[in-house]
């Protein structure tokens, strides 16, 4: 069965490839690079609308930036984030206050570009973004609910919950959660997806309807149940994309998780039962897909694309429902995407608005669903296309790790800070660090095979260890970074190399010696032939960024490309077996090797793959920190031990 799966993955990768060489013009760089550049020239600064229109808070946008938070992921391109930067900072004040935000209306759609104020945050640290995401936080907690507890819509939407609700809200209200610790807020979070899942799931096609009135009041809403009467392709979309970016946030070990990923796979099931055989796409009307007037329609099927290939990677869905998704993903480039000179693109297909009750009424009826206007370059449909496109180029690799854990440690390079809220937390070479010091762009390196990420807040064990393929090791603590540094001890390190024999993959990442412990770190080192040496190499002054460059050659024993590497400030490694070199530059041993038992030890001397030289908003163009890190990934997978 698994090679039949594959054998249908390498068709579908011929078809993309096949209908990308068709295009009008050859596209060089990858689908959602060429998408985001086109998005970039047609609305500077995001803004989408005309120039003399009122240009506010809003959802669209959202879903935009959305997209390009996933292409700069992606790409380690810094214009991306340039982008998403300059385009909320148009409605941020210096004091975080939102000029164009109405709290009273108290919309979920207002919600959704939070996201990007989070982001911005966690990159910048810049409290003024931490200011205004807290204000639509606080609209959630005193946003107006139904007898069951579910968000209504809109204020001009009583008791109603609709699915494009549940994209608006939920993703942001969870990673608020999560980096501004409101554990309680989960449990009301997985409520919003249960009332949902409870009251519009349809028993006989598994499918979801678009709104749900409790009150049964709503000209709209069937009077015996509240539910609208049609299964909107868009409505499904939101409702599977925020599953799949909600379940990022929601703690590993929280009961609702499971909950969560039942119905993300019901969602799954259920779409594609009705994807259309011959195109891969997903009609306006789901299930009336040979109904007079019904059409395929490309924000929904880029959603879905989205959903299945996310869904997938991260371990929620079956490995076969990838193939769909790049089935769809086919699609979706086939019939709607069309090309033209440089970065022109254009995506088409896309229903403008759909939604229920208003004035002008909307219905909610079949009739109404298929005669909204379609329209090209929709700024939410585009931001679908994004993700969408940022999912599929990972797809080739997404399960490669597919039931792996990464490991980071957080004893030894126990660093600690203060947030906006007074509470130290973890940073310095973490996953969910998203700064200059963070690891997050190494992280989504790992999770874009297939991986979980993980982290290590106390003493390595080998029952703490064994939950993991693969631990790194970062930089370890020194007085002057730590006040109450946990140097290796050698019990530690006797454990780490127990866990190493059994088939373990280390990664040890060194720093100069005025920045990292190497004395105690050898203790470890040592049990493999490796010792850092107590030098110091590549000084740099300033931005004079050659003093810090290394040459990656190809075809080496790591890396399957040639790279300009940025190791600033490093230490130099000394071996002897069953250490081997693995990369030297001018001489000096930079990156070494040692296979210890069934497991493999790695050892650099510098944490160069950290965000402020991978995630492109600094180094200059030659240095290619973040693709070099793909490889280096890449290796680290091939020397876990295949299970049994």
Not at 57 to 73: I, K, S
Not at 459 to 476: D, F, G, H, M, W
Request: charged fraction near 20%; charge should be negative; include cysteine.
């Amino acid at each position: 069965m698994k090679s039949y799966h594959v054998f249908v993955r390498l068709i579908v990768l011929a078809g993309i490839a096949a209908s990308v060489s068709s295009n009008a013009l050859a596209q060089q760089s990858p689908w959602s690079e060429r998408a985001a550049n086109a998005a970039i020239a047609r609305w500077p600064d995001g803004r989408f609308v005309p120039a003399d229109a009122k240009w506010v808070w809003n959802y669209e946008l959202g879903t935009l930036l959305d997209g390009m938070d996933a292409v700069w992921f992606n790409s380690a391109d810094g214009r991306y984030f340039n982008y998403i930067k300059a385009s909320v900072d148009q409605f941020v004040e210096p004091d975080g206050s939102i000029p164009t935000w109405k709290p009273e209306e108290n919309q979920l759609d207002s919600i959704l570009l939070a996201r990007q104020l989070l982001l911005l945050y966690r990159v910048t640290l810049d409290k003024r973004y931490a200011t205004a995401a807290t204000l639509l936080y606080q609209q959630l907690l005193h946003q107006p609910r139904n007898a069951s507890g579910g968000f209504w819509h809109k204020q001009k939407y009583p008791n109603q919950m609709w699915l494009d609700g549940l994209y608006m809200a939920e993703p942001f209200y969870a990673e608020y959660a999560s980096i501004f610790h409101h554990p309680e807020a989960f449990a009301d979070i997985a409520h919003q997806f249960a009332l949902m899942d409870e009251h519009a799931r349809d028993p006989r096609t598994g499918l979801l309807y678009h709104g749900w009135d409790q009150s049964k009041k709503e000209r709209w809403a069937d009077s015996k149940t509240g539910l609208s009467s049609e299964f909107w392709a868009r409505g499904m979309g939101w409702h599977m994309m925020a599953l799949v970016d909600t379940l990022d946030y929601l703690p590993e070990n929280d009961p609702a998780r499971p909950q969560l990923i039942s119905f993300l796979r019901r969602d799954a099931a259920a779409i594609l039962h009705y994807q259309d055989g011959a195109s891969g796409l997903w009609y306006q009307v789901l299930d009336k897909g040979g109904v007079k007037g019904n059409y395929l329609e490309s924000s929904a099927s880029c959603m879905f694309v989205y959903a299945l290939a996310k869904g997938v990677r991260r371990g929620y869905l079956p490995v076969d429902n990838l193939a769909a998704a790049e089935r769809g993903y086919h699609g979706i480039l086939d019939r709607f995407i069309h090309g033209g000179p440089g970065d022109e693109v254009t995506l088409t297909g896309t229903v403008k608005a759909a939604g229920l009750g208003g004035d002008p009424y909307r219905d909610g009826s079949y009739a109404y669903y298929i005669g909204e206007k379609i329209v090209d370059n929709d700024a939410k449909g585009v931001g679908a296309f994004l993700l969408a496109s940022a999912e599929i180029e990972n797809a080739s690799n997404a399960t490669l790790a597919r039931g792996n854990t990464v490991l980071v440690d957080a004893w030894f390079n126990s660093q600690q800070r203060a947030d906006t809220t007074g509470r130290q937390v973890s940073f310095h070479y973490k996953w969910d660090d998203l700064s200059n010091s963070g690891f997050s762009f190494f992280g989504h390196i790992f999770r874009s095979f297939g991986a979980q990420t993980s982290t290590l807040y106390q003493a390595p064990t080998l029952a703490e260890l064994s939950r993991a393929q693969v631990y790194i090791i970062v930089s370890p603590d020194i007085p002057a970074k730590n006040p109450n540094p946990h140097y290796m001890q050698p019990e530690d390190a006797d454990q780490i190399a127990a866990w190493v024999k059994a088939g373990g993959v280390l990664a040890i990442f060194e720093n100069d010696p005025a920045n990292a412990d190497l004395e105690h770190m050898n203790i470890l080192a040592e049990h493999f032939g490796i010792h850092f040496n107590n030098v110091l190499r590549n000084r740099v002054d300033g931005n004079k960024f050659a003093m810090g460059k290394v040459p990656i050659a190809a075809g080496g024993p790591i890396f399957q490309h040639a790279h300009t590497a940025y190791m600033k400030e490093i230490c130099t490694i000394s071996v002897q077996s069953p250490a081997v070199s693995a990369l030297r530059d001018q001489g000096d041993i930079l990156m070494a090797t040692a296979k210890f038992g069934k497991g493999t030890v790695f050892a650099t001397v510098d944490p160069w793959l950290y965000n402020e030289y991978t995630d492109g908003r600094k180094l200059p163009a030659e240095y290619d920190n973040y693709a070099a890190g793909k490889d280096l990934a890449r290796w680290i997978f091939a020397q876990v031990p295949q299970r049994p």
